[in-house]
Each structure stands twice: as C-alpha cells, then as structure tokens.
C-alpha cells in the first residue's frame, strides 16, 4: 500500500522540499547515497574494491528541465571517469546513467528559430533523445579508453523505446555497453529475447517506478515468476547476464539456472545497491562470484532516495523515526 504513495511523492517537488529540509534526513539518505561529490565517493569505490567487490557508479540526478543541466550530467561522470583512471581503478568500476539526466525528457522544438544546437553532435539535431545520444557518447567513449564500460538504467516505460535504440546505437561503436530490462513490464521477456541473441550486457532488475496495469504486473509473486523467465533467457542467450536483486530465492535460482546453461561464475554477475544486505554482497563474492555495488552519489538524491524507501517500508518507518528523534 505504502509503496505506491512514496512513488507518487517521488515525482513531487513539494514533497522533494519538505523531505530535503526534514531534520535527519541526512542521515538516513547517507545509508543509500555514498556522499555529495566526486571525492566522497572514491575511499568507498577503493574499500569495496578491496573487499573483491566491483562497483557501478551512478551520478543521481533524473528529470532535469534545461539544455545546460544536461551538459552538467554529462561532465560530471566525464569528471569521475577522469579521477578512476588517474587512480587506476578503470577496472573494477563501470558506470550507470539515467537517460533522462542526459536530457531525453526535454521537450526541444528543433528547426525552429531559437531551436536547439547540440553541440559535439556533428550539426543540429532535435529532440531530447538525440540530446540524450549527444550527451552519453562522450562518456561512453571515455569509459572505453580507461577499460570500463556504461550501463544504461532503465526509468519509466515511457522513456524504454528512446533508451534501447540509444543502446542499439552506443553498440555499433561499444558493444560492451550495456542495458537495464524489468521484470515487471508485459514487454520485457520480448526485449530480454533481443538482447540475449544479440550478446548483450543486460542487467535484470523486478523495476522501481509506478507503472499502470496496462503495461506492468502488479502482483508481486507474478513479478518474481516473470524475473525467473527472464533470467532463464538470459542465462540461455549469448549475452552477458546482470543479476540486479536482493531477493535470496532468486539470487539462489539464478545460479542453477547458471549452472545449468554451462555458464562459468565469470560469464554472469551479481549486481545490488550500496547499503543494502551488504554481508550477501561479501558472502557472495568471497565465494568466488563477480558482485557489483550500484553506488549512487550526488547531490540530486530525493528520486533515488525515495524509490529505495517505496521497496521496503521499514525504511519509512526507520526515516520517520529519525525525523521524530531529532
Ligand atoms: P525485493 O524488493 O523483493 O527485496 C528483497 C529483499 O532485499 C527485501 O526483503 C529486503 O531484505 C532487501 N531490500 C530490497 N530493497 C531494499 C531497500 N530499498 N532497503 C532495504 N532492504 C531492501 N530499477 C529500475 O526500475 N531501473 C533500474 O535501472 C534499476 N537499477 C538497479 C540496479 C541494481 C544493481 C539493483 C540491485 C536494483 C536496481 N533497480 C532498478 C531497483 C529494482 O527494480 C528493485 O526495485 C530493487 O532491486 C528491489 O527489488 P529486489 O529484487 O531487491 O527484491
């Protein structure tokens, strides 16, 4: 019941005030968001590293409203991807990015006098999808060259269609890019079939956002049925399967599944967020599987935040507690 309203309140600028100015609430977004800049977040990119895990990063932020903000996002993962090569940590951290922070949700009237020039883009271009393309190839392309890649979130069902043909076209030049498909949308085991034919890097997650039932299972157990289907075509695909949860019964179906489509512990990995189940995160590595940390930083953390109290309401209940006690 909970989770739906926090959804809500997730995309409302009123409840995004109230909650960023609430006594506490520094201290409960701090067991999520890893820090505010840059130099907050590497002592953890290296701890995790030194405890053999691996690392995604995501630079919060979604739903911007100007052309200058999308080149703000775009700078500052070109910014980490400069500190991780200067600390040769290119490796063991790869990055995720929301496309709608690299400008996808703008509405831009191309064409028009006062229309938009993206630049970087070889000439004009409309639109806030090839803004987006604009935005995230620069950043793709500097991944590559210090050996690390970039995985693309998947946000609401609105923004997939952009999101895969961004994938599709980042692919022609690094194929080693990847994308986020979830479980609980009717279209994913279609898409989840493309990408595993096509050697994908495709990361499975149950999804986070508030989805009407004409395009998403509301049920819970028909998500988790569905996540299962999903990994089995992943897992029998020629792709590269991300297994982003952490739910303990599918963690365990994923490695039968594995064990059964002959798939090595380096041909799949396990992916879960900073700050949750943390102790799995090192049980799961120390027995030889490739764990990755989504760890998100920034200063834009009110969306992320939220949908991390949406999944578990206890985390409500612990937030609200903090406010009180303050
Ligand atoms: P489930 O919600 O059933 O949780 C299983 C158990 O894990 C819970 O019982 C609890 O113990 C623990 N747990 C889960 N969430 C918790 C929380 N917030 N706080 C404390 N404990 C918690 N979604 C999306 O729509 N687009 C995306 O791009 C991504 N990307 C992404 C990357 C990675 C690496 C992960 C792990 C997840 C995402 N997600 C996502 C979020 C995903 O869709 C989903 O909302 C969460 O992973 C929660 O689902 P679980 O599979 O963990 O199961």
Redesign the pocket.
Known sequence: MLGPVILAASRSDKMRRLVSAAPGTKQVVAR?IAGEIVDDVVPIVQDLSNRGLEV?LDVVGEDITTVEQSYAARDAYLELIGRLKELGLGERAEM?V?LSMFGQSLKIEGGEPGGLSVEGGGGRREGGHELALSNVRPVVAAAAEIGTTV?L???DHTTLDSMFAIHEELRKDFPQTGC?I???LFRTEDDARRLAANGSRV?I?????KEPAEVAIQD?PEI?KA?VRIMKILMEGEGYP?I?????R?ISIAQELARRAGRKLDAYEF???Y???SEEQNRLAAEGHRM???TAYGTDWYGYFM??????P??LLFFVRSILTK
Not at 205 to 209: D, H, I, N, R
């Open positions: 999520f995604t995720s929301k995985t979130d998947a946000e986020v979830q479980a609980y990361r997650v149950k999804g986070a956002y819970k988790d996540y991300m982003g949860s952490h739910d303990p599918l992916q879960m967020l700050g949750i189940r990755r940390v989504y949908r991390r109290l949406a999944e578990k206890a985390n």
